[in-house]
């Protein structure tokens, strides 16, 4: 939101240029201020003017690609970005601004390989001791991330952390990058760190929120994510891991309300589509739930446990023959998944009731490792309701 000031300032430029309609200075400032404070519209007509008094400027050119770039027209900016590359003669800080910007471009319309070719020239002549500039570190990280080059992502941020040159904002990206690695500790040393110094910064918040989560701690977890959220409504990753906090509260509704935001947002994302899945199944709503585990198969058809929760879907809607080739591929890809562990199960007629599922799913899940110790056990016992109920008054044993 902008603020009284911002739009002020603009108002108060804006009654000068009357004044002085072609003083390039004033109008470099109004179309600025205009931009600081989203007024988009009328910043274009300061921008066309200056345009016509001054068509050869690189300064014009370059204020037309961040007037495009801030409405996020990325095509447009991309083209009027590579135009000025290709005519204008910049200086070095100029080239890099250039190339900061084109990188940026490329990570926004979802290509982050053609980002890191653009901004390699920045990054790889610079040692890990050497001071870089913040924004270019941190375009640097997330266009790793977004590649998906987990491991050169790391050992890049790890290098300069022990240069002491990892800024915070990139320590905040490093922090969520390592914890797609399954590396919490860094994890945590990186979100910690960030959030020191920069309390808003989004991957620390995503990343500590997920750490709170996988430590059963809900209520800090959605701290987090509501200012995560606040910053930005719409981030699917947020949104995922506050479906999953929703989840781990026993609150299944919003849960699933909360993972359905997410998956529209972030609909490429496997795990929120799990997540949604085992929502929608605790809920009873069958056909909903093999919904949403048959669109994490489609999205990636080598990822075991999608094959597993499918198999679920399969053997408790007594499609035996079918149940059977799911797991079939969910064993191949996973030897230990315990989706198509729990569909065995449910073949055997292991869970014919919700004691028999409670018992099933604590001799299967009991052993496994969780993120931060301990076993996905625990995480289980919080989220599916009632789930120590029957061992509470039965006696049942544990192993």
């Known amino acids: 939101m902008t603020d009284n000031a911002t739009l002020q300032r603009l108002d108060r430029l804006e009654g000068y240029l009357q004044q002085d309609p072609d003083n390039l200075s004033l109008l470099a400032d109004t179309f600025d201020a205009a931009l600081e404070a989203g007024e988009y519209a009328r910043a274009e007509p300061h921008l066309r003017h200056a345009q016509r008094l001054s068509p050869a400027s690189v300064a014009w050119a370059t204020r037309e690609a961040h007037w495009l770039m801030a409405q996020r027209r990325w095509a447009e900016?991309?083209?009027?970005?590579?135009?000025?590359?290709?005519?204008?003669?910049?200086?070095?800080?100029?080239?890099?601004?250039?190339?900061?910007?084109?990188?940026?471009?490329?990570?926004?319309?979802?290509?982050?390989?053609?980002?890191?070719?653009?901004?390699?020239?920045?990054?790889?002549?610079?040692?890990?001791?050497?001071?870089?500039?913040?924004?270019?570190?941190?375009?640097?990280?997330?266009?790793?991330?977004?590649?998906?080059?987990?491991?050169?992502?790391?050992?890049?941020?790890?290098?300069?952390?022990?240069?002491?040159?990892?800024?915070?904002?990139?320590?905040?990206?490093?922090?969520?990058?390592?914890?797609?690695?399954?590396?919490?500790?860094?994890?945590?040393?990186?979100?910690?760190?960030?959030?020191?110094?920069?309390?808003?910064?989004?991957?620390?918040?995503?990343?500590?929120?997920?750490?709170?989560?996988?430590?059963?701690?809900?209520?800090?977890?959605?701290?987090?994510?509501?200012?995560?959220?606040?910053?930005?409504?719409?981030?699917?990753?947020?949104?995922?891991?506050?479906?999953?906090?929703?989840?781990?509260?026993?609150?299944?509704?919003?849960?699933r309300t909360t993972f359905e935001a997410a998956v529209r947002h972030m609909p490429q994302h496997i795990g929120t589509w799990h997540g949604l899945g085992w929502t929608r199944l605790l809920q009873g709503d069958m056909a909903a739930a093999r919904a949403a585990f048959e669109t994490a198969l489609q999205l990636d058809r080598t990822f075991g446990e999608s094959h597993g929760g499918l198999a679920v879907m399969q053997a408790m809607q007594g499609e035996r023959e079918e149940a059977e080739a799911s797991i079939e591929r969910a064993l191949r890809l996973d030897r230990g998944g315990a989706s198509a562990q729990f569909a065995k199960a449910v073949l055997r007629g292991e869970a014919g009731d919700a004691q028999a599922v409670q018992r099933l799913a604590k001799r299967l899940l009991g052993h496994r490792p969780g993120l931060m110790g301990g076993s996905m056990l625990d995480a289980v016992q919080q989220a599916v309701p009632g789930f120590n109920a029957g061992e509470q008054r039965n006696g049942t044993s544990t192993h």
């Open 77 to 255: 900016a991309d083209a009027s970005l590579m135009a000025l590359q290709a005519e204008a003669e910049l200086p070095p800080e100029g080239q890099a601004a250039l190339l900061r910007d084109l990188a940026l471009v490329a990570l926004h319309r979802g290509e982050p390989a053609l980002g890191l070719d653009r901004l390699r020239p920045l990054v790889s002549p610079v040692a890990p001791q050497q001071p870089m500039d913040e924004a270019i570190q941190l375009l640097w990280l997330r266009l790793l991330h977004r590649a998906a080059q987990l491991p050169e992502a790391l050992a890049w941020a790890e290098a300069r952390w022990q240069a002491q040159q990892l800024a915070s904002g990139p320590a905040g990206a490093a922090s969520l990058i390592a914890l797609d690695a399954n590396d919490a500790a860094r994890s945590l040393a990186w979100a910690e760190f960030a959030l020191k110094r920069e309390p808003r910064q989004m991957e620390a918040l995503v990343a500590r929120a997920t750490l709170a989560l996988a430590q059963t701690d809900a209520p800090l977890a959605r701290r987090l994510l509501g200012q995560a959220l606040q910053k930005s409504p719409t981030d699917g990753r947020s949104l995922s891991v506050l479906g999953f906090a929703e989840l781990l509260e026993r609150k299944l509704d919003a849960a």
